[in-house]
């Protein structure tokens, strides 16, 4: 739009434009992803859009976004610089850094979490804890009604402890804090006043959700401070607990050279954690726990699985899954259909010719996800919730190589080991306990499966009810 226009002349048709402007961000905000694939369906696998005053390349289907991001990953590796996330994080931390800050920092940070335990024994352990901690939430309801984000506590509390080095009870006055202020962000960064504001950054001073975020970043930061500053104070190299310990050694032992490690990039490589590591694994719980009140026939049948592998009682150990195709290809299904992150902006970092086309250095590239995941040539009934994608004729778990919520390539997502053995722990415990059910006088057809856009596509606000199977012996 308009990126042939003086600034000036710019600003001046978009004062006349802004009403319109504002009903088509909401649509572009609540499905901009679905209308991109509807472009490709006429214009191709790469096309360009016009993007407020940006020139944005698209990639849409399996086999551009792998070509983009598998074959030629090199360059498609940086990020672009969005208004919001720029005057958040300038560059820093591991999800919007670019080149050798952002190399350094995923190295150094996949390490940590490594070292941490994560997606090993031990991080199952604290899931374990932390799922019976869950149960008795859920428990405490005796079958009425709770809102399905209550559900985000456990795997917060997973991301928390790898960043704190302590889990949180879910009433402590930090930890409630936390969960308001990422929900309330999380929620804003799909504001359609958000997207004109990345989109004409000029118009700031006309908006307000971008303050907004700025203010509740803010708190959330003050908040990380003060452990960063704990952390300094007690710090010593045999003593690493959190991912933020581990930040600040790391920072004290580079001191006397010319560290990336500054403190910029500490408190943005923490932010990038706690915000990444915690609405995505969360949000999708609350997908696969919606799902099966949608559809009590599935949740039966996961549930005859449990019993036949795990019995009422035994705890489930990710080990487990290799006996439990149906399960397994439940959870798959769960993220394929809900595409979480519909698209993750990507930049190159050189000049490329890519299928045919030219794409100078420092363009912003979208590889659409979410057409990976509803891909019609890769799907039998892309736009149906149906755990056979993932199984074959005998009922035996198949992967699926346009199996890709979690991206792919050099800059795929950090978390996905953690991720996906946290899914099936607490989605397997808690269907092994519960029958899950919407709230009195919702049918199963009226739950609402609208998505409801923030930086994940979540689940609309929502009751469930989850009613005990039986006591422990
Ligand atoms: C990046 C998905 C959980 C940390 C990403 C990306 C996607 C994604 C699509 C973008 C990758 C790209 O640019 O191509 C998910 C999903 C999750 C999940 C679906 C859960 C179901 C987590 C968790 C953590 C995490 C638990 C942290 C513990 C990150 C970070 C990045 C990232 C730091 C940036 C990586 C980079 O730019 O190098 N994730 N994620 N994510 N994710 Fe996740």
Not at 160 to 182: C, E, H, K, N, Q
Not at 319 to 336: C, G, L, S
Request: aromatic content about 10%; hydrophobic content about 45%.
């Amino acid at each position: 739009v308009c990126s042939f226009m003086h600034p000036l002349e710019q600003i001046s048709a978009l004062l006349h434009l802004l009403h319109l402007c504002c009903a088509v961000g909401w649509v572009l905000a609540m499905k901009d992803y679905l209308g991109l694939a509807f472009i490709s369906e006429k214009y191709g696998p790469v096309f360009t859009v016009h993007l407020g005053m940006q020139q944005v390349v698209v990639l849409s289907g399996y086999e551009a976004v792998k070509d983009a991001l598998l074959n030629t990953a090199d360059v498609f590796a940086d990020r672009p610089p969005i208004p919001i996330f720029h005057q958040i994080q300038h560059g820093n931390g591991v999800f919007f850094s670019s080149q050798e800050l952002w190399k350094t920092t995923r190295r150094f940070t996949l390490a940590v979490m490594r070292d941490l335990g994560m997606g090993k024994r031990l991080a199952e352990e604290r899931m374990l804890e932390e799922l019976q901690f869950l149960i008795e939430l859920i428990k405490s309801f005796q079958g009425g009604p709770f809102r399905l984000r209550l559900l985000n506590a456990a795997p917060t509390n997973i991301t928390f402890a790898m960043l704190f080095g302590r889990r949180f009870d879910y009433g402590d006055p930090t930890f409630v804090t936390l969960l308001r202020l990422i929900d309330e962000v999380m929620l804003l960064l799909g504001s359609p006043f958000l997207h004109l504001f990345n989109f004409y950054p000029f118009l700031g001073f006309l908006l307000k959700p971008h303050k907004m975020i700025l203010k509740k970043v803010e708190e959330v930061c003050v908040i990380l401070r003060k452990r960063i500053q704990e952390s300094k104070a007690n710090i010593s190299g045999n003593n690493l607990t959190s991912y933020i310990d581990a930040l600040v050694f790391k920072q004290e032992e580079d001191n006397k050279s010319n560290t990336l490690f500054h403190d910029a990039n500490v408190l943005a490589s923490a932010l990038d954690l706690l915000m990444a590591g915690t609405e995505t694994t969360s949000t999708t719980l609350q997908w696969a726990v919606l799902l099966m009140m949608k559809y009590p026939e599935i949740q039966k049948k996961v549930h005859a699985e449990i019993e036949r592998v795990l019995g009422p009682d035994c705890p489930p150990t990710f080990e487990d899954r290799k006996n439990m195709p149906f399960t397994n290809a439940v959870i798959h299904e769960v993220q394929r259909f809900v595409t979480l992150l519909p698209h993750v902006p990507r930049c190159t970092s050189a000049d490329t010719r890519f299928k045919g086309y030219f794409i100078p250095k420092g363009t912003t590239v979208i590889p659409l996800l979410s057409s990976v995941l509803l891909d019609k040539t890769q799907w039998e009934t892309p736009d149906e919730f149906n755990p056979n994608h993932f199984l074959d004729a005998d009922g035996n778990f198949v992967k699926k190589k346009a199996f890709l919520p979690f991206s792919t390539g050099r800059r795929n997502c950090i978390g996905e080991s953690l991720a996906t053995v946290e899914l099936f722990i607490f989605f397997t415990g808690l269907i092994q306990k519960f029958t899950f059910k919407p709230p009195p006088g919702v049918k199963e057809s009226e739950l609402n499966m609208t998505a409801e856009a923030g930086f994940t596509m979540r689940p609309s606000p929502q009751c469930a009810c989850a009613v005990l199977r039986r006591e422990p012996k």
